[in-house]
């Protein structure tokens, strides 16, 4: 088994996710974008929304000693693109995932006809 990252490590990995969450939230939902058609844009803040809603709460103080838990979970019950999504703002910030279990996801559902890589480099939307 792989140790786990430092808590500090892990505490910057949850917000990153939140952070880059926040950010792809705002850009799909900007009034002004017609490349897209709104109910797609705003399916895939859902999707970013619904995979980060447990996080800020494994930040607050009185659980922060178990945000290895919560980020454990959270990863768990990931789809694999939204797992594919986790792992590229990880990658971002050298964060070492390697001790989250290689085991299948939750279901892709929700994720159905979605891209898989959701970046802010170029249209991460661009077949959908």
Known sequence: MVDRPT???T???VACLLREAMLLIRHELAPLREDVPERHRMHRAWILADLCHNLPAWLDPARRSRIHEGLEWSWRTASAPRRAW???CWDSIGY???WLPDTPGGSPE???GWRDNLTLNGDPWADT
Do not use: C, F, L, P
Request: hydrophobic share 20%; charged share 45%.
């Open 11 to 13: 505490e910057e990995a």
């Open 7 to 9: 808590q500090e490590a």
């Open 96 to 98: 070492d995932h390697t």
């Open 86 to 88: 986790m792992r590229s």
């Open 110 to 112: 929700s994720d159905r």
